[in-house]
């Protein structure tokens, strides 16, 4: 266990926890509970070394109780896999860790249980986050609903809308990571070929391009013209000085900021487009540089309506933790 101390808790009478499970690493944020979450200690464990995840929130538990005096009934967790009976349980995507609700209520003394998926507690996370949180590529004034997109192991896309009751932004899931990728030249009608050929499929949708994997999509169609002796793993790839590598990021973020300027005009994103995940938020000198930008802002009919769009990177890689914090403090109807 890899324990992380963030914020005194002496000023604090309230607590929960913030759950990020993902296929390596499962992450438990202690909060405390002000108009934001307040991030007190955060713990890190190998998912691979899970077993059953109510031991682990028993062991966090047991630590802010016996160090600190202070501990929790109310936790939300987010997973990397798809949710099943109206919320009450979840398995992990890639691996076999199971979480169920009424088996965290069972064995531990959490009472207040909510699960999310792994996107839609990134798109929670975007109302308590501070200004140091984001990079910002395109500031305005205007205020509306949102748009995220993040690309990671898979694209996930989601929309926030303002709930006038409540107050605050509710997520709106999709499944718009599986949009049917579009070529716009001769390149990219080529690389579209290749990647239905790899992969035995008919149609290519814009996951196959903006994911980890896509990364390796892309840098395997290059690399059949250009040769490179860099292995053909996402990380390298988007380290890598390598002309091959180069030219591979850059259709990255050129189909990324086509992807963003969609999601954009899907919903009139007057709000801002946020784009998540660790991808992103590792390779910031891909929006550094002129090329997001102009191609987010390309557009023969709409161009004007984009330049009034905010754009940010979310850069906190704790968002997952601080969205699921929010759900456990402000959105009782996601509990079970």
């Known amino acids: 266990m890899d324990i992380t101390n963030h914020n005194s808790h002496a000023k604090h009478k309230t607590f929960v926890l913030g759950v ?26 190998p998912t691979k070394e899970i077993k059953k995840i109510e031991d682990f929130l028993n062991e966090v538990l047991q630590y802010t109780q016996t160090h600190y005096g202070i501990t929790t009934d109310t936790v939300c967790l987010g997973i990397a896999g798809p949710l099943e009976n109206n919320r009450t349980s979840a398995k ?13 209520k069972k064995n531990t003394p959490l009472k207040h249980v909510s699960l ?25 004034k205007q205020k509306g609903s949102m748009a995220i997109i993040g690309p990671g192991s898979g694209l996930g896309k989601a929309w926030l809308v303002l709930n006038k009751q409540t107050g605050h932004f509710e997520v709106l899931p999709s499944e718009g990571g599986h949009e049917l990728f579009g070529a716009q030249n001769d390149e990219e009608k080529q690389l ?34 250009t040769p490179s002796n860099i292995a053909d793993d996402p990380i390298m790839i988007s380290q890598s ?10 259709l990255f973020t050129i189909f990324l900021a086509r992807a963003c300027q969609s999601a954009a005009l899907n919903i009139l994103a007057y709000g801002g487009v946020y784009i998540g995940g660790g991808i992103a938020a590792k ?41 699921a914090a929010n759900v456990a403090i402000h959105f009782s109807e996601f509990r079970r």
């Open 192 to 225: 579209l070929e290749f990647i239905k050929e790899k992969h035995k499929i008919k149609q290519v949708d814009y996951e196959k391009v903006l994911s980890g994997p896509g990364i390796a999509n892309i840098f395997q169609f290059l690399r059949t013209k």
């Open 241 to 250: 000085k390598d002309p091959v590598c180069r030219r591979t990021m850059e």
């Open 92 to 104: 992990l995507s890639n691996g076999k860790l199971t979480i169920s609700v009424s088996s965290i």
């Open 116 to 140: 999310m998926n792994d996107f839609e507690i990134i798109g929670y996370s975007i109302e308590v986050l501070d200004k140091k949180d984001l990079l910002t590529l395109a500031k305005q």
């Open 283 to 323: 390779n910031l000198n891909l929006f550094k540089s002129s090329v997001f930008m102009k191609t987010f802002l390309d557009n023969p009919v709409h161009q004007k309506l984009l330049k009034e769009i905010p754009v940010y990177v979310i850069t906190n890689y704790d968002c997952s933790l601080y969205g």
């Open 20 to 45: 990020d499970v993902s296929a390596t690493h499962t992450t438990i944020g202690f909060f405390g509970v002000q108009q934001k979450p307040v991030l007190i200690f955060k713990f890190r464990y």
